[in-house]
């Protein structure tokens, strides 16, 4: 029905950049909130961004300046833009996306595969 597909992941030393991507494809109607997420190994999946359909932005503290959510509406795509990586922000970094469909005009939760994102010190 719908899918969403990760890209960007990688290693990276600290301090370097990378962009992460998640692009939605399939029955949609509407993408309400997008959001990425990262589980680190032995932890619990955590929020590290999301950006609402009116723009709305939010960010877990350890990333606050950081890293930066934005979105192709057009395109149904996601973005992150992370900077200044640390090691601790290694982690499987999935993409969620809160979608209404065609087929029947309700909302359902998607996720991506995951990307993996190391930091190397």
């Known amino acids: 029905q719908v899918q969403l597909v990760e890209s960007g992941g990688g290693l990276v030393q600290a301090g370097g950049s990378l962009r992460l991507s998640c692009a939605a494809s399939?029955?949609?109607?509407?993408?309400?909130?997008m959001a990425w997420y990262r589980q680190a190994p032995g932890k619990q999946r955590d929020l590290v961004a999301y950006?609402?359909?009116?723009?709305?932005?939010d960010y877990t503290d350890s990333v606050k300046g950081r890293f930066t959510i934005s979105r192709d509406n057009a395109q149904n795509t996601v973005y992150l833009q992370m900077n200044s990586l640390r090691p601790e922000d290694t982690a499987v970094y999935y993409c969620?996306?809160?979608?209404?469909?065609?087929?029947?005009?309700?909302?359902?939760?998607?996720w991506g595969q995951g990307t993996q994102v190391t930091v190397s010190s």
């Open positions: 969620y996306a809160d979608v209404v469909v065609y087929h029947d005009y309700r909302v359902y939760d998607y």
């Open positions: 399939g029955i949609i109607l509407k993408i309400n909130k």
């Open positions: 950006i609402a359909d009116d723009g709305g932005i």
